[in-house]
Structures are given as C-alpha cells and as structure tokens.
C-alpha cells in the first residue's frame, strides 16, 4: 500500500470540526439478542447511529439478567467503536456526554487512538502525532477530576455461576484459529466459538471443528452508511484496529454468559513493526503490548474476572503453519485472504496469500499448496516485488497481517534447499530469491531454529502453557 499526502486535509478537517461528541450507547436485550447502539456527532453536521446486534444461539439459557453491568459495558463498547467514526475527521477534541474518563482511562484510550492508528497515519503521509492529536473531555468538568462516575463491573468477586472449563474463541477462518480450535479441544477445553460478520471461511472452519451453527456466538457489526459516504467524498480513511474492537466485543460476550477465558490466537510475530524503526505495525492490536494493555484495563476499570490471553502467543508464525500443515481438514475451507473475503476465495494476487503460500511451503509439497490456492504463487511475475517486501528488502512490511521478514526468509531458504536437492528447477520468484543478496544473508540459517523457539513473554498461565509446549513436540518432523 502507497502512502499519498493528506496533512493538508487532516489540517483543514481538524479546523473544520474541532470536536467530536460521543452522545449516547446503550445495551437492550431483545429476543434473547444483544442489541448494542451508539450514537457520535462530529460538530452539528454529521451524526452516526452505528449498530451490533449479538446472537447468543444454544449458550442463551446461559446468558446473565441484565442490569448496571450493561450500563457500564455500554460505555466501554461506545468508547471503541468510536475510533472509526472519529477517525475520518481526526477532531482534537472528543467531548463525551456518555459518562466520563479518569486520567489513567484517559492516557490508555489515547494510547490506543495513537498507536492503534499508527497505520492510518502513515498511509495518509503523517507522522504518528504527538500530545496535539486529541484530548478527552467531559461536559461539567475535567475528565482528571473524573467529574461524572467511570463505569466499573465491580471491585469484587461477583455471584455469578461461570461455565466451568469454557473458553470463548474469537474465529476468524484463517489458519491460527483452527490451531486454536484444534489445541484446545484436544486438551478436553469446552469451547465457545465466537466470530464477528460470519463468511464462508469461519463457517467451513467451524464445521471441521465439529460445531453447528447454534454452537457459535456471532456478532452482526453494521457500519453506518454515512461513514462510506463521507469515505467516498474524501474524508480520511485507512485502518483501524479492529482486534481492539474484537477484545471488547468478546470481553462483553464473556461477561453476558459467565466464562472467564477468551482465547486469542496472535502469535509472536505479530509484535514485528510493518515500518521497521517505528511504532506502525498494521498488527499493533494483535501485539503483546495491547494484550497486556488490554488486560490491565479491563481488570482496573471493567471486569476483574476474565482472563484474555492469546493461546499462540508463544509461537512464531513458522510453527503455527507447521502444526496447521497436519490438520488437513481445514486445508479446503481456510481463508486468510482479505481481497477475496467477500467471495470466500484466495485473490492470490495480495501480501496475505503470498504470505500463506509462503510460510506454509517449508510443511507442504508444491501439488498440495496448488490444491489449497488454485495456482502456483511463486511463478507468478506481479508478486516479485510484493515477495521482496515480505522479506524485508522494502522500505516496510506489506500492511497485512504477516510473519516477520526472518521468518519469511527461513521458509524460502528451506524450498530452495529442498528443491535444489532433488534437482527440481526453482520456480521465477525462487529463482529471482536465489539471486539476491537475501540468499547470501540468510543460506546459513536453520528453519528449525525457528521451530524450536518458545517465546517466554505471554500472558498464559502454567497449564495453557504447558498445552502449547507440548503440541510443539516433534514439529522439526513435518518438514517436507
């Protein structure tokens, strides 16, 4: 993705709209459903009615009265549904009629806002703004003085009956989650599914898994129309992060049925910066810096009790792809193509089907890579550069959510080794490896280095630990 100068429209938009309000959300429950709704303003111009909706199929009955905590829940949802709206304006200022932040509320949303937009800043040609970019108010005070109530779950042990054993999985129909899935129903877990805009692949993925459709929790999320057409008029756009908003879409759905697991599947190298010598990484939300973030606010200012920690967290993309190559039921209904979503398809023309192509090569044989892809990627002329800049011979990593460039290294190494010794011919994209400077820096390395790491710096206690040691035992061996 190409960065374009917009600094002279963040400008002219902070000027024109010097605040922007959060008005209003609310938590019904209706039919058995969650039904969330905000409502934010930016000025006297333009106001956004956004909406989910959260069908809690089977796990219903299991569903807590509501009450206070909703209330309370409501605010915190408000707060980060609100990055995509405010976003397109960038106003200094977000006046909050909802409630009110203390300052250690303050500074963990405005890190948040900083770095959770760290990508959409650079693509529209800025910086990372500093202090300037936005305060917090509150009409009828100063948030540091947290004029109004914050809201809080409790201070204390609640009286609710958590489901014993269950952890809540946020699926999104890619390869990680499967591993997930597979890991923690191999270890006898009761497993929740969770996903967000259900697809195709989610569906496939959970339907290997052995889940029918009233197993899992879905979220419908809509987007208020008004925010596409202020995109298509020219008001900033680029990414937000959207795991953020999965952690409290999930944290809340936790909270409503009584389970204190949510089950995450960011591995290490999602901490790798997509610019490298920056704080932008398109994956900031997946990092294990906004994983403890994440589970500090929520057991200071939210809910004490739920445990959100990512099962893979430990492992680097290399040994995920190793330990997926072996489930292969998953191999035909798998996504991670975000191009190609809509359709349930591989675009194979983007940086995360290149990726998955890629990572997954050391672990499985060309004819079976063609059958999960349609086609050979490596052969493949328009991906030439797009391969160099996984590698980390670009001025950034692609903005997808990939490995880290040793590991993209690694795993081409290894194909070029295996295939050279069976006097197979390198395919263009290889070949064009082989005779880079890349392949004289990295000929010497091991991918099993890469298998055998475990990377200590996790929020996993000692028996989900002691899972994921174990599923790595033996993994060197599915090198093909």
Same mark, same amino acid.
């Given at each position: ?6 600094? &002279?429209?963040?400008?002219a938009?902070?000027?024109e ?7 209003? $959300? ?80 303050? %500074? ?22 500093? @202090? ?12 540091? &003085? ?43 877990? =009761? ?76 591995? !290490?190298?999602?901490? @790798? ?9 398109? %994956?900031?939300?997946? !990092?294990?810096?906004?994983? =403890? ?10 809910? =004490?009790?739920i ?21 292969k039921?998953?191999? %035909?209904?798998?996504?991670?193509c ?26 499985l044989?060309?004819?079976?890579? %063609? ?20 590698c980390g ?28 010794s069976?006097?197979?011919?390198l395919?263009?994209?290889l ?34 630990? $002691? ?14």
């Amino acid at each position: 993705m190409s960065t374009w100068d917009r600094k &002279e429209v963040y400008d002219a938009l902070r000027g024109e709209y010097p605040v922007f309000s959060y008005k209003d $959300a609310e938590i019904r429950q209706e039919d058995g459903k969650s039904a969330v709704g905000f409502v934010f303003e930016a000025g006297d111009r333009h106001r956004f009615t956004p909406r989910w909706r959260i069908h809690y199929g089977q796990w219903l009955p299991k569903i807590m009265a509501p009450g206070l905590p909703d209330e309370a829940w409501a605010f915190h949802l408000g707060m980060i549904e609100m990055i995509s709206y405010w976003k397109a304006f960038c106003s200094p200022q977000i006046e909050i009629h909802r409630g009110a932040l203390t300052a250690d509320q303050a %500074q963990w949303w405005f890190k948040l806002y900083q770095h959770g937009l760290g990508e959409f800043f650079h693509t529209n040609g800025m910086e990372i703004p500093g @202090e300037e970019m936005l305060s917090f108010t509150s009409p009828g005070g100063d948030p540091k &003085e947290a004029p109004h109530r914050p809201f809080k779950m409790h201070e204390e042990e609640p009286d609710t009956d958590y489901i014993s054993g269950a952890v809540l999985v946020p699926v999104g129909g890619g390869k990680d989650s499967a591993v997930t899935l597979e890991l923690l129903k191999k270890a006898g877990f =009761q497993i929740i599914p969770f996903v967000i805009n259900p697809r195709g692949a989610t569906e496939g993925v959970l339907n290997q898994a052995g889940f029918a459709s009233g197993d899992t929790v879905t979220m419908d999320r809509r987007i208020d129309p008004l925010l596409l057409e202020l995109n298509a008029q020219g008001f900033l756009n680029g990414h937000t992060p959207f795991s953020a908003m999965l952690a409290f879409a999930s944290a809340y759905v936790a909270s409503r049925l009584g389970v204190r697991h949510i089950a995450l599947s960011n591995e !290490s190298s999602a901490n @790798e910066p997509s610019v490298p010598g920056t704080k932008v990484n398109h %994956q900031y939300s997946k !990092s294990l810096e906004f994983e =403890q973030d994440f589970r500090q606010y929520m057991h200071a200012h939210v809910d =004490q009790q739920i445990g959100y920690f990512s099962l893979l967290r430990p492992l680097n993309e290399l040994q995920i792809a190793a330990l997926f190559s072996s489930f292969k039921h998953y191999h %035909q209904v798998f996504r991670s193509c975000n191009a190609g979503s809509k359709e349930n398809r591989w675009c194979c023309k983007c940086a995360k089907c290149l990726f998955t192509y890629v990572i997954l090569s050391p672990f499985l044989y060309e004819q079976q890579l %063609q059958e999960v892809f349609g086609k050979n990627l490596l052969v493949d002329p328009d991906l030439q550069v797009m391969l160099f800049d996984l590698c980390g011979d670009g001025a950034n990593k692609p903005f997808e959510c990939v490995g880290t460039t040793d590991e993209v290294n690694a795993a081409l190494v290894h194909v070029i080794r295996r295939l050279e010794s069976r006097g197979t011919s390198l395919p263009l994209l290889l070949e064009a490896y082989r005779r880079s400077h890349l392949w004289d820096k990295y000929k010497e390395k091991d991918i099993r280095e890469h298998l055998r790491q475990f990377d200590k710096a996790h929020c996993l206690d000692d028996h989900f630990e $002691a899972l994921v040691l174990n599923a790595l035992e033996g993994v060197d061996r599915r090198l093909v």
